[in-house]
């Protein structure tokens, strides 16, 4: 799997069910950013694996954007937008994400980026 830091609206972002943010608020964030780009499928690895989620979304603008097949991927789950190995401008941009929709980022260590 991997790290992984997520925006919450939890104490605990394992707990973010509890108060989750929903698809529909979701993906109203994601049409009102030009640069989201919701798939709902991501294909990885040679084999080219599949997942499928309909809240998916790619951030068009990172600049490692295409780069040696890397995307930022910002994966709606369990009321958590999830982010795998994020780097600083990645999560940057999660941080403008987590202020509109009233959240917070934390990383699977429970350290808050503020």
Do not use: C
Not at 12 to 32: H, K, N, R
Not at 67 to 96: Q, S, Y
């Amino acid at each position: 799997m991997g790290y992984e830091v997520h925006i919450t609206r939890a104490s605990d972002w394992g707990e973010s069910e509890s108060t989750p943010i929903t698809l529909d608020e979701w993906l109203a964030y994601v049409a009102s950013d030009p640069e989201m780009l919701r798939t709902d499928v991501a294909t990885n690895g040679p084999e080219g694996h599949q997942y499928r989620n309909e809240g998916l979304t790619a951030w068009t603008a990172y600049s490692g954007h295409g780069v040696d097949d890397n995307i930022a991927w910002f994966d709606l789950f369990n009321g958590r937008i999830d982010v795998l190995r994020p780097d600083e401008e990645i999560i940057t941009k999660m941080k403008a994400v987590a202020r509109a929709l009233n959240a917070r980022v934390v990383d699977d260590f429970e350290e808050w980026f503020d």
